[in-house]
């Protein structure tokens, strides 16, 4: 399982302690892994990162950083910075499990807020990275745990292909981060990572899946989200493997793929829609969606569509939108009506519908 939360954080900051500690009597003093601070500089950003992430949690910042950091006191060693990471460590991993569903925080990349197993994410990222930065200037040779990488490339780094055939996760992420090589694959230079698309559609909101959470979803677990009596419908589980079958084959696409449909009442999913892929040469792409049964006949379905069709047609690279149903599905036809989708030719004894650019 590759979701992310409060004990991904510990473990990964549980790794950072041991790893260090096997060289808190060396010299800190030099630059840590070619960065512009020493490796004691380094550690207490690894510090300041998850306080940090955990202030924005607790702040609901949404428009900037929570105006504060953290600085050691004048005269830390190495064992009090380690310490200073354990107990930090701690502050963002209990606020990421007390954070309620559906709470978002200001972070720039890429659509300017993240939840919280997205701050977890990029929280366990930092200590990982930021320890084989210090860690090589200190001559340690150390690996943290491979599901733990594959889990921060699942969340965080949707847009590039998994670790390939015979590479590890651990060495992925090093060149998804610019600082190592992977055969096969041009270095990264600048990089950025993935926080979750989320689109507002009155009493729902449309919640982009992450790989992982999809993985999940596909082998009958929840995804992370919790779940209306019912659901997630069986549409839901086929949609998720499909996204965890396009990232396995480096084909997928953030934003261009499944979403959760949550209420924003109580915060339970009540169903899925999305995409089956990135638009194709024409600037086509094809929309899918259900709900659970006791979700249905509120409304939900067609105002998520409503919102993920404009929401699709603005961008650049769209022109028109298809979705097909059974025949014998009339409400699904119904919510496609009501929201100025038309009837095209029948495809593959389904009934097709479009809607495109004014």
């Given at each position: ?21 096997t ?5 800190w003093?030099?630059?840590?892994g070619?960065?512009?601070w ?6 207490e950003?690894?510090a300041?990162?998850l306080v940090?992430y955990a202030g ?10 929570v105006p504060f950091?953290?600085a050691f ?9 380690i310490?200073?990471i354990?107990?930090?460590?701690g502050i ?6 007390t954070t309620?569903?559906?709470v978002?925080?200001y972070?720039?990349?890429?659509h300017g807020?993240?939840?919280a197993?997205?701050?977890?994410a ?5 200590v990982?990275?930021?320890t084989?930065?210090i860690a090589?200037?200190?001559?340690i ?5 491979a ?12 847009h590039l292909?998994p670790a ?6 651990w060495?992925?992420?090093?060149w998804?981060t ?6 096969g ?5 600048r990089w950025?990572w993935?926080n ?9 909101t ?5 790989p992982a959470?999809?993985?999940d979803?596909?082998s009958?677990g929840a ?5 209306i ?6 549409g ?7 996204v965890?079958?396009?990232y396995?084959?480096g084909?997928?696409r953030p934003a261009?793929g499944m ?8 915060g339970?999913a009540?169903?899925g ?6 638009p194709?040469?024409e ?5 899918g ?7 249905r006949?509120r409304?939900?379905?067609?105002e998520?569509?409503r919102?993920l ?20 599905n ?5 919510v496609?009506?009501?929201n100025?989708?038309?009837r095209?030719?029948?495809?593959d ?10």
């Amino acid at each position: 399982m590759l979701l992310m939360g409060g004990d991904r954080i510990d473990e990964a900051v549980a790794y950072a302690a041991k790893t260090l500690r096997t060289a808190k009597d060396r010299d800190w003093s030099g630059s840590a892994g070619g960065l512009d601070w020493d490796c004691l500089a380094t550690a207490e950003h690894i510090a300041g990162c998850l306080v940090g992430y955990a202030g924005q949690l607790t702040g609901r910042s949404a428009s900037g950083y929570v105006p504060f950091d953290i600085a050691f006191d004048e005269g830390t060693d190495p064992d009090g910075a380690i310490r200073v990471i354990e107990a930090s460590g701690g502050i963002l991993s209990s606020v990421v499990r007390t954070t309620a569903p559906g709470v978002r925080a200001y972070h720039p990349y890429p659509h300017g807020s993240a939840d919280a197993a997205g701050f977890a994410a990029m929280g366990v990222a930092e200590v990982l990275l930021h320890t084989y930065d210090i860690a090589r200037t200190l001559g340690i040779d150390a690996e943290p745990p491979a599901e733990l990488c594959e889990a921060v490339l699942a969340h965080l780094f949707p847009h590039l292909p998994p670790a390939p055939a015979g590479q590890t996760h651990w060495a992925a992420l090093l060149w998804a981060t610019g600082r190592g090589t992977l055969p096969g694959r041009d270095p990264v230079g600048r990089w950025r990572w993935h926080n979750t698309l989320t689109i507002p559609a009155g009493p729902v909101t449309l919640t982009e899946v992450t790989p992982a959470a999809a993985a999940d979803l596909a082998s009958g677990g929840a995804g992370g989200f919790t779940w209306i009596e019912g659901g997630p419908f069986d549409g839901t589980r086929v949609a998720a493997e499909m996204v965890t079958k396009a990232y396995a084959s480096g084909v997928h696409r953030p934003a261009w793929g499944m979403y959760a449909l949550v209420r924003a009442e109580d915060g339970l999913a009540v169903g899925g829609m999305g995409f089956h892929g990135a638009p194709d040469e024409e600037g086509c792409v094809e929309v899918g969606y259900d709900l659970a049964i006791a979700a249905r006949g509120r409304g939900y379905a067609t105002e998520a569509l409503r919102s993920l069709s404009q929401w699709a047609l603005a961008r650049p690279e769209v022109t028109s939108l298809l979705a097909r149903t059974d025949p014998t599905n009339a409400p699904s036809q119904s919510v496609l009506t009501r929201n100025g989708w038309t009837r095209l030719p029948d495809r593959d004894s389904t009934h097709a519908y479009g809607l495109r650019r004014a």
